[in-house]
């Protein structure tokens, strides 16, 4: 992981749902903000959403925005934790989708894990892209137009993709990197 100053300055948003993987979520907030991002949570409401942890519910997350009142102008890059439930949940709400579609007008990296390509498919960012996925979705993820690959992280054109929580270390490297790239590119 780049040194703690690498993100100072640097505003990270995380969407997510009840039903997100819990360490999808939790460590990415902790490596980002470890590397000095600011990190918010957006949801569909304002209380605390809870995590799946394992084989049951886990910890529950404080949400700090809507998902619908987000600006994307103030955020340098937005994450989508997996699990199962989450991305089933927003992949059907407008506003979510909306949201990562706004992220990729932008240019602003988008990091997506395990089942959250599903997100990344239903906005339409999927086809022609090089990206990985849960293996349960790596036939939605050939279907929507991606060349998939087996790999730890996937990263192209803005858009980066892992592929189960053992891939997380990776995954946040991968974020980090992207977020401080951008930052040389403006």
């Known amino acids: ?5 690498s993100l100072t300055g640097r505003q990270i948003l995380i969407m997510a749902t009840d039903g997100f993987e819990q360490s999808e979520l ?6 980002l903000e ?5 990190v918010s949570i957006a949801s569909l409401r304002t209380d605390d959403i809870r995590g799946w942890d394992g084989s ?3 910890d529950k997350v404080a949400v700090d925005h809507l998902i619908k009142d987000v600006d994307v102008e103030e955020y340098d890059a937005l994450v989508l934790p997996g699990g ?3 991305p089933d949940l927003l ?7 909306d ?12 990091a997506a894990v395990c089942h959250a390509p599903w997100l990344l498919i239903e906005a339409g960012l999927a086809e022609g892209r090089r990206m990985t996925g849960y293996k349960s979705i790596r036939t939605d993820i050939g279907n929507a137009g991606a060349r998939l690959l087996d790999e730890a992280v996937v990263v192209d054109r803005g ?8 891939d997380l270390d990776a995954f946040c490297a991968a974020i980090v990197e992207a977020v401080v790239d951008s930052r040389v590119a403006t």
């Not at 992981?1 to 100053?5: E, Q, R, T, V």
């Not at 939790?26 to 490596?31: A, D, G, M, R, S």
């Open 159 to 166: 858009i980066i993709t892992s592929r189960c929580p053992d």
């Open 56 to 58: 049951d519910w886990g």
């Open 99 to 110: 949201l990562i579609r706004a992220f990729a007008k932008a240019g602003k990296p988008i």
């Open 84 to 86: 199962q439930i989450n």
């Open 1 to 5: 992981m780049p040194n703690a100053a």
């Open 34 to 38: 470890d590397a000095g991002a600011d």
């Open 91 to 97: 992949r059907v709400e407008d506003a979510a989708i």
């Open 26 to 31: 939790e460590v990415p907030l902790k490596q």
